[in-house]
């Protein structure tokens, strides 16, 4: 059975870094496209960050010069470093991808990890 799973969030200070992780368990052939996303309480769920199979990358605007996607094919993980947070980068983030399992793209999202930004 495949599972995302994200790691890496906590509680940080404004203008300080975290690393998110996602990994991909189980028998899967490859991630192909993956994404973060974050929801924050009463706010509708927004791309933060996207990466193609070909490794092209795109951020949403607000995150732009701050966060960087970036991914390792031989540990099936997809990162999202995330540089000078600030409070309103609080959510919850999510990670989503399409892995090729045999023939056939799957979609998939993990439970999500929780990012603070306060002081």
């Known amino acids: 059975q495949v599972q995302l799973v994200e790691s890496g969030g906590g509680l940080v200070q404004p203008g300080g870094s975290l690393r998110l992780s996602c990994v991909a368990s189980?028998?899967?052939?490859?991630?192909?496209?993956a994404g973060w996303y974050r929801q924050a309480p009463g706010k509708e769920r927004e791309l933060v960050a996207g990466?193609?199979?070909?490794?092209?990358?795109d951020y949403a605007d607000s995150v732009k010069g701050r966060f960087t996607i970036s991914r390792d094919n031989a540990k099936n993980t997809v990162y999202l470093q995330m540089n000078n947070l600030k409070p309103e980068d609080t959510a919850r983030y999510y990670c989503n991808a399409q892995i090729k399992i045999g023939r056939n793209d799957y979609n998939f999202w993990g439970q999500g990890t929780q990012v603070t930004v306060s002081s």
């Open positions: 189980g028998t899967i052939w490859r991630i192909n496209a």
């Open positions: 990466i193609t199979k070909g490794d092209m990358t």
